[in-house]
Every structure is written in structure tokens, then in C-alpha cells.
């Protein structure tokens, strides 16, 4: 059959059609393999990243039906994959968390993130606690259309937080044991270091009395004689032989050198109930002035002193603590101070108190050895001290450091203009005056 030249060109272009649109064809198998190539690749990347995740996660519908979930979640409640999904969620959490886990898938299709804690059921049966974070499941255009929730066991957490909450309660338990120790030790020294001090003004008083009842017999006997009505010459005898005059001269000394006993006995009981600390939670005002005097007498006492102790400060300065626990600051870090100058030459301990623009500033110091350097760094560490065994707790240092950081204070350790140790306590002063 012979074709015209009009009919061969068109076959021709026919035929150069169906090349391109073959060519076309098979662009576009190739781009179609790449494409499901990269798709099964990309469904494979997020599989592996959903199994290797150690959370459980949980996609499901807005009324709770499980639509996906992974291998933790399967792992965890030991179920098969193809009898959860289709299941409600409810079936495998604790009766009680249900309203929860409605509110939170609620919010999750509405849009927002909420968080909160729910029980899942085990395959072996107990209840883990999870932590959950639930947010909107959306499909492939773009439509709100259930909730997924990630969730984070937490039950060791938690009871290992309860472990750390008991362990802390035993610790600071342990810790007021030791305090309340190192304060009854404290009293206990200064107990004993004034003993000798009371015994003076009650021996005292213990020996005016015995001579004012000596007194009170010979007044007696001398006045039952008047009584009597013995004769003048008698009388005269008898207030001479028992010094009747002698007697009325000295009562009124006696008497006020008993009184004077009684109040320095007084005196001394009032610095020691100080020392109490039955109201550790009660504040008043403290006069620093008395403060100062007060410890640096009871530690004088305390260890038989030979230093020269000096005070020195501002008058009428003022602070808002208990008095009890700061004279307990005081005095231990007089004691200290008066350790370390034991034996030395020429030994010095001084106080000093002077006001600052807000605070109050009490110093102690000593011209001893000072403190070694390596040893700066740990001066306020519970048990650490320098001082020989038998000699000291450690807990010193501490107890103040706990005490002034408590009252708003703070406290620090250095060098004296002397070379020996310095400690400087700055504290607050009292109802805001400067």
C-alpha cells in the first residue's frame, strides 16, 4: 500500500508521539520507584526510631480507641500488637485514672498539650506510673483527629524520690541528734568551767550565814537574860562576854555581803539559762554589748584562761536572734580563739562589735597561729577539726555556721592583723535599725 507524502508525515508524528509519551512512561515508573522507595525507607526510619523508643506511645481516636502503638507499650502491658489496636485505652490503665486519661486525650484533640501521671497495668499485674504528655493526632489533611500520648515510667523515680525523702528525714534527724549533742557538750563545758565561780559567792554566803546564826544565839541568850530581869552589873557582863556590840556592828555588813552572794549567784544562773535552747524558734532583741561580755566570761571560765581578753565596741548596738543560740556562736568561737593561744607569750583574744549601714559586725581574734591554708576551705565542715582526739567534736564551727546562715548572717574565716585566725560574723540588725 502506497502512502502519499501527507500520510507518511503524519504517521511519522504519530509515531514520535508515542516515543515521547512512552519515554514519559517510563520518567515517570522511575520516579514513581524512587518515590515508594523513599517512602518505605522514610516508613521504615520512623518505625525503627518508634520501636527504639525506650517511652511508651500510645495514637488513638478522640473517644480512646487505640489506633497505634509501640513495641515499649507492648512490651510493658504484654499484650499482641494486633489485639490492642481497635481496643479502648481505659482497658489497660487503673480504674481510677480514667476521668484523667479522658481529660487529657480531650485536650490533646483539642489542641492543646497537657500533662499528668497515669497507672498503667503490667502483664505481670502491678500498676507502673507513668508520667504522660498527650497532644493532637492529626491526619492526612491536616485534621484534628484523636490524641497521642508519650509516657515515661516513673515508679522507680518515684520510689527512689521516697527512698531520698526517708534517707533525708533520717539525716536531718541525725543531724539535730548531733546538734542538740554538741550544744548539751557546750553547756556541759561551761558548766563546769563556772562551778568554781558559783562555789565562791555561795561559799560566801554559806559563811555569813553560819556566823549570823552564831550571831542570832548569843542575841538570843543575851535577850532572854534582859527578860529575866538579871541585874545591870549581869547584863554588862553577859554584852560584853558575847560581844553584843561587835555583833550589832557587823550584821548589817553581813547582810549585805549575803545579798551581794545571792545576786552574783543570780547573776551567774541568768548567763547559763541563756544558753538554753528549749525556744530555738523565738527571737528577740539582743544587746551585742552584753552578748560580747557575757561569752567571753563563761569561756574564760570554761577553760581557766590566762589570755588577756579584750572587748571592744559601738554602744548600744542591737540584733534580732536568739540569745541562747548566739552566745553559743560566741563562745565557741572564743574557745577556739583561746585554744589557739594556750602556751603562747604574750596570748590575746579579742572581741569587737561595730555597726555596719544595715547589719552588725562581731569579730574575734586571736594573735595564734592562724589557720593553715589548705585547711580555709573546710574550716565550716561538720567533724573537721584541727585539734588533738578527745579534744574537740568538729561541730563547732558548723553549729555556728548553721546558727548566723539561720539568723540571715553570715560568717567567714580568715587572717588577723595579728597573723593569727579571725572569724567575722555579720548579722542583722534589729526591727530595721541601722
Not at 489533611?141 to 508519650?150: D, E, F, K, P
Request: contains cysteine; hydrophobic residues 40%.
Amino acid at each position: 500500500m502506497e502512502l502519499d507524502q501527507a500520510s507518511e508525515a503524519m504517521w511519522v508524528d504519530v509515531i514520535r508521539r508515542m516515543d515521547e509519551v512512552y519515554s514519559e512512561l517510563l520518567r515517570n515508573e522511575t520516579d514513581l520507584e524512587r518515590k515508594n522507595a523513599e517512602l518505605e525507607e522514610a516508613q521504615t526510619f520512623i518505625s525503627s526510631v518508634i520501636a527504639s523508643v525506650s517511652d511508651v506511645l500510645i495514637a488513638c481516636s478522640a473517644d480512646g480507641r487505640i489506633k497505634k502503638v509501640n513495641p515499649a507499650f507492648l512490651k510493658l502491658t504484654g499484650h499482641e500488637e494486633k489485639a490492642v489496636l481497635g481496643s479502648r485505652i481505659f482497658g489497660y490503665l487503673a480504674e481510677r485514672d480514667r476521668p484523667q486519661a479522658e481529660r487529657l486525650i480531650a485536650a490533646g484533640h483539642q489542641g492543646n498539650v497537657m500533662e499528668g501521671d497515669l497507672h498503667l497495668v503490667a502483664a505481670d499485674g502491678h500498676e507502673e506510673c507513668l508520667a504522660i504528655r498527650c497532644a493532637a493526632l492529626f491526619d492526612a489533611g491536616r485534621r484534628r483527629i484523636g490524641a497521642v500520648l508519650t509516657g515515661r515510667p516513673i515508679s522507680e523515680l518515684k520510689q527512689a524520690y521516697e527512698a531520698l525523702h526517708r534517707a533525708h528525714m533520717n539525716l536531718q534527724q541525725a543531724q539535730r541528734r548531733l546538734i542538740e549533742q554538741e550544744k548539751m557538750a557546750s553547756l556541759g563545758r561551761l558548766v563546769a568551767g563556772v562551778a568554781h565561780e558559783l562555789n565562791n559567792p555561795i561559799s560566801f554566803v554559806y559563811g555569813n550565814i553560819y556566823t549570823l546564826d552564831r550571831y542570832r544565839k548569843n542575841l538570843i541568850f543575851y535577850l532572854d537574860a534582859i527578860h529575866r530581869g538579871e541585874a545591870p552589873e549581869r547584863l554588862a557582863e553577859l554584852r560584853k562576854s558575847l560581844k553584843i556590840d561587835a555583833i550589832t556592828a557587823d550584821v548589817g555588813s553581813l547582810l549585805e555581803g549575803t545579798i551581794e552572794g545571792a545576786n552574783r549567784v543570780s547573776d551567774i544562773v541568768k548567763n547559763l539559762r541563756r544558753l538554753s535552747f528549749s525556744k530555738a524558734g523565738e527571737r528577740q532583741a539582743v544587746d551585742v554589748g552584753r552578748l560580747l561580755r557575757n561569752s567571753a566570761h563563761l569561756a574564760a571560765k570554761a577553760k581557766n584562761a590566762q589570755a588577756e581578753i579584750v572587748i571592744d565596741g559601738d554602744p548600744d548596738l542591737v540584733i534580732e536572734g536568739h540569745e541562747g543560740q548566739l552566745h553559743q556562736v560566741i563562745v565557741n568561737l572564743t574557745d577556739n580563739a583561746l585554744h589557739a593561744v594556750e602556751g603562747r607569750d604574750g596570748a590575746r583574744v579579742q572581741l569587737a562589735a561595730r555597726r555596719l549601714d544595715h547589719a552588725i559586725e562581731i569579730t574575734v581574734a586571736d594573735n595564734g597561729p592562724g589557720i593553715a591554708e589548705e585547711d580555709m576551705g573546710k574550716i565550716f565542715e561538720p567533724f573537721f577539726t584541727t585539734k588533738a582526739v578527745g579534744e574537740g567534736t568538729g561541730l563547732g564551727l558548723w553549729i555556728s555556721f548553721t546558727i548566723i546562715e539561720d539568723f540571715g548572717g553570715t560568717i567567714t574565716a580568715g587572717r588577723s592583723k595579728d597573723g593569727g585566725a579571725e572569724f567575722r560574723v555579720v548579722l542583722p540588725v534589729a526591727d530595721g535599725r541601722s
